[in-house]
């Protein structure tokens, strides 16, 4: 145990290259929808405030780790909730502990990779709108600004002052007077949130709109209209077939003839993506131990110059 490498929540931000985690996050969506990545749902133990989730995962070429974290309300910014934890990253070959990572920046840079593969896939061109001014809309508006740092991104929020501040992460941000009219506005539409209601309405969205939906792990960000018409994809199947803290609140009691696309078989060209101008498309996060395992894998390879798969 003396060789673990032991990062901070600075520490490992630091060493989360925008470039390096978007081409790994990539790979972990491709290896879960060919079946090759061993993940199994998330579980959790709850207390009266929030609780904590557990999330092994090993993918092929990036290795072996697991995430505890815990999702509780923050009560200094009520409507938000904070995940905390760390991620414990494991030699795949012979099990040694090989370094123990916060959380907090895996989680929300991952996420936002994530969402961004998942509008490069399948968005149109047009406005960009992050809704939400939490930690996981900074790192989207973050990595957005990293990797196109020419193209106008919109923030929205309830707080007008942390909705500037989070714009005021990229050259071409800008915060917007209000959640709706910027929503109706967009081609692509981020939402980070910690609501438990939906914050997006399907009478907002113009015909061919992408919605990124990442946030309400204990509650419903969209509601049940966007999601009827939407075509829908996610990380992994269980996100429809398996209960929450797993499975996305949106996607439970979905018709049994109803399809959920995986994001990695449209990255691998296996399963189409838009088909027309004007569908609506929505990719469903629930966040997955392999998107994990792909952080830690960038983390650990770049302070150590070794790989872990």
């Known amino acids: 145990m003396t060789e673990v490498l032991v990062l901070d929540g600075a520490a490992t931000l630091a060493a989360l290259d925008p470039h390096r985690l978007m081409a790994a996050v990539a790979d972990a969506l491709v290896a879960v929808a060919q079946d090759r990545a061993s993940a199994p749902p998330r579980t959790a133990a709850f207390t009266p405030y929030g609780l904590l989730g557990a999330m092994p995962g090993y993918v092929p070429g990036q290795g072996l780790a697991a995430k505890l974290v815990t999702v509780f309300a923050d009560p200094g910014h009520p409507g938000r909730s904070t995940h905390r934890g760390i991620v414990a990253l494991f030699d795949a070959e012979d099990g040694r502990p090989l370094a123990v990572l916060d959380a907090e920046p895996i989680t929300a840079w991952r996420t936002a990779a994530s969402a961004t593969h998942s509008a490069l896939a399948l968005a149109r061109p047009g406005p960009v709108v992050v809704v939400g001014t939490g930690v996981q809309a900074r790192a989207q508006v973050g990595l957005l600004a990293a990797l196109r740092p020419d193209e106008p991104v919109t923030v929205a929020g309830r707080d007008s ?37 939906p914050v997006v309405r399907r009478d907002w969205l113009a015909p061919g709109t992408h919605v990124s939906s990442v946030g309400a792990s204990q509650g ?13 994809f996610a990380e992994w199947p269980g996100a429809a077939g398996t209960p929450p803290p797993s499975g996305a609140h949106e996607l439970q009691d979905l018709p049994a003839d ?52």
């Open 220 to 232: 419903h960000e969209l509601d049940a209209a966007t999601v009827r018409d939407a075509t829908l």
């Open 161 to 197: 002052e942390a909705a500037r501040a989070t714009a005021a992460l990229h050259p071409a941000g800008r915060a917007a007077d209000g959640i709706e009219d910027a929503v109706r506005q967009a081609a692509t539409v981020y939402c980070c949130t910690g609501t438990t209601r």
């Open 258 to 309: 109803r399809a959920v696309t995986l994001l990695g078989a449209v990255l691998d060209g296996s399963a189409p993506g838009r088909r027309t101008a004007d569908q609506l498309t929505v990719f469903k996060s629930t966040g997955h131990a392999a998107l994990d395992v792909a952080a830690a894998y960038v983390v650990h390879s770049a302070v150590t110059g070794r790989a872990a798969g």
